[in-house]
């Protein structure tokens, strides 16, 4: 399937988001190993957890994230590494310990759904554990987690292309790294 991203503007010069179905050229699956978070070295900079309903929005910010360098997490990426092995195990390792962050793409569909609650507590645990800011949220409607307090601010899905999340993505990992350097 050919999958185009139309866009009226840019990241970093050199992605274009366009109206269509998704991106042209083959993906990028290779991960970034050793990203620096400071004190700690990350396998990846950014874990995707999402519902399989938005499935198509974020494979494009994934795309246009990994075009960009960034090192992200995304099952359906990596989805030959798990086979016959225990999906919930791995995601709690990849979710708490191996990525600088987790962008959880939250819908109605997603607080229904097991794995991906399950993804969400371990980057809520994560966040407490290590008082810090791990997590990304991007939300449909009025699609929240719970547990996660009110004030925080989150992108809106509804409003953003996926090329605006994936900047915005892009500069919270950035900024975290600068900070460590």
């Given at each position: 399937?050919n999958n185009f991203i139309f866009n009226?503007?840019?990241?970093?010069?050199?992605?274009?988001?366009?109206?269509?179905?998704?991106?042209?050229?083959?993906?990028?699956?290779?991960?970034?190993?050793?990203?620096?978070?400071?004190?700690?070295?990350?396998?990846?900079?950014?874990?995707?957890?999402?519902?399989?309903?938005?499935?198509?929005?974020?494979?494009?910010?994934?795309?246009?994230?990994?075009?960009?360098?960034?090192?992200?997490?995304?099952?359906?990426?990596?989805?030959?590494?798990?086979?016959?092995?225990?999906?919930?195990?791995?995601?709690?390792?990849?979710?708490?310990?191996?990525?600088?962050?987790?962008?959880?793409?939250?819908?109605?569909?997603?607080?229904?759904?097991?794995?991906?609650?399950?993804?969400?507590?371990?980057?809520?645990?994560?966040?407490?554990?290590?008082?810090?800011?791990?997590?990304?949220?991007?939300?449909?409607?009025?699609?929240?987690?719970?547990?996660?307090?009110?004030d925080i601010n989150f992108l809106n899905?509804?409003?953003?292309?996926?090329?605006?999340?994936?900047?915005?993505?892009?500069?919270?990992?950035?900024?975290?790294?600068?900070?460590?350097?």
């Amino acid at each position: 399937m050919n999958n185009f991203i139309f866009n009226t503007g840019s990241i970093s010069g050199n992605i274009n988001q366009y109206a269509g179905e998704g991106m042209s050229e083959a993906e990028n699956t290779s991960v970034s190993s050793d990203v620096s978070g400071g004190d700690k070295t990350y396998t990846y900079d950014v874990a995707i957890s999402y519902a399989s309903e938005q499935e198509r929005y974020v494979s494009r910010v994934c795309k246009i994230l990994e075009k960009e360098n960034i090192a992200v997490f995304f099952a359906p990426n990596r989805e030959e590494e798990f086979i016959g092995r225990d999906m919930i195990t791995e995601f709690y390792e990849i979710y708490r310990y191996e990525s600088m962050y987790v962008a959880c793409f939250i819908s109605e569909e997603y607080l229904k759904k097991d794995i991906t609650m399950h993804e969400a507590k371990t980057a809520l645990l994560r966040q407490k554990e290590e008082k810090r800011n791990c997590l990304i949220p991007v939300c449909w409607g009025e699609a929240r987690l719970n547990g996660l307090d009110p004030d925080i601010n989150f992108l809106n899905a509804d409003r953003l292309r996926e090329v605006e999340v994936a900047e915005k993505i892009k500069l919270i990992i950035n900024t975290m790294k600068e900070k460590k350097l």
